[in-house]
């Protein structure tokens, strides 16, 4: 009965993922069949026309990188503010959280360098645009390699006006959350500011919206020029780079978050999974850690996990908390370095990681942020996504499949999180959480 509940559950996620995203499913698969007619038969004006409608859909992402990432820094960081609990909680989700992505980033740079899912893709990029990706890698690593301290030197703006204006990402970053940091700090009178940034925050949140509606032609376009100019081919090609990502979630889901749970609570993995079945489903089925949100926190108060815990980790793992799109971001970047010949030298490989890190924990909890936000990974390579159209094709062919499953990842580890944090304090309610049977329906 219980295995036909989930199995029920499971197809219910696979509607809501079809009925929300239709377009894209429509859009990928009206792209395959016209790729496939204008590689038999080629019409080179439009094929023109189809990149340049995948460059635009590109552009509209590079747009919303920046005010997506500053506001949401702010919002997350002031939202915990200067009280008791940022003490009491606040540093053991920050560990905890940091200890869950780092598994993730490892995990997924390890099985990219093993599995090596770009090489499939290199023999499809131009060899002058794959030489030009790799003079810009290089003369950026040499300038970063040959003044180390001079780098981190230079991850502190001189003048944040002008790292805005240069889309100096780092240096951004670290502005945002000196600044945030000391927003929490002063107390009320931060409200005018900080209203400022969450009115920034849901425009640009609107924008992303509209932005991913447009993604039906976008990634009709993306997959229609990539089809039509190297035929079914780079499905064969791609699908390696599936399989790393999936491989990856799973040694997430199911070694990593029990392992986690073994060493800092005695909360059981299973019954934490079972728990909070319908949030990890809605999950996959609506690709967006914000939309599941309010279910994920109705399943953890409803089966023993109290609201004090609940409502202040959870709300700011969904802004904050993106391991799966940490693993995701590493494993794309790899694929497009190894596609474009890059060498991945150990030192551009920790800067991969440590940026992924910190990209991930600027996406927002929507669908499609975590290509969104790749932008700031590759700036600090040197790179901008203009100059890797041909590669992003690849990724947002499959983007839909892969943006479901990073999603289901991230809204379960807010979920190991916020129990662990609840065991350490006492506040699980174990009579209840043990007991299936027991639980309330989630409306």
Known sequence: ????????????????????????????????????????????????????????FIRLIQMVVIPLVVSAIIIGITSIGDNKQ????????????????VAAVTIGTVLALVFKPGLGAAPYIAANTASEVQASVATAMSQQQGHLLHMFLDFIPNNPLNALASGNMIGIIVFVLILAIALAKVGDINRPIVSFFESIFAATMKITDWIMFLAAPGVFALTASAVSSFGMDIFASISKYLLVLALGFAIQLFIVYPLFLRCFSKVSVWMLYSAVTEAMM?????????????????????????????????????????????????????????????????FLLIQIALLAIVASSTSAGISGAGLITIALILNGMGLSPEQLVAGFAFLFTIERVTDMMRTLVNVTSDAVVVAAIADNENEINYDLFNNPEAYEEIA
Not at 20 to 34: C, D, L, P, Q, S
Not at 86 to 101: A, E, H, Q, R
Request: glycine fraction near 10%; charge should be positive.
């Open 86 to 101: 940022l003490g009491k909680f606040g540093s053991k989700m920050v560990l905890y959280y940091g200890i869950i992505t």
């Open 282 to 346: 809605v999950a996959f089925g609506t690709a967006s850690s914000s939309a599941t949100l309010p279910l994920t926190i109705a399943c953890c108060e409803k089966r023993g996990i109290s609201h004090k815990i609940s409502s202040f980790v959870l709300p700011l793992g969904a802004t904050l908390n993106m391991d799966g799109t940490a693993l995701l971001q590493v494993v794309a970047v790899i694929f497009l370095a190894q596609a474009y010949g890059v060498p991945l030298t150990p």
């Open 1 to 56: 009965m219980k295995d036909n509940k989930i199995q029920m559950q499971i197809l219910i996620a696979l509607g809501l993922g079809l009925k929300r995203n239709w377009h894209i499913f429509f859009g990928i698969i009206a792209g395959i069949v016209v790729g496939i007619f204008l590689h038999a038969h080629q019409y080179p004006a439009i094929l023109a026309f189809l990149t340049f409608i995948g460059q635009v």
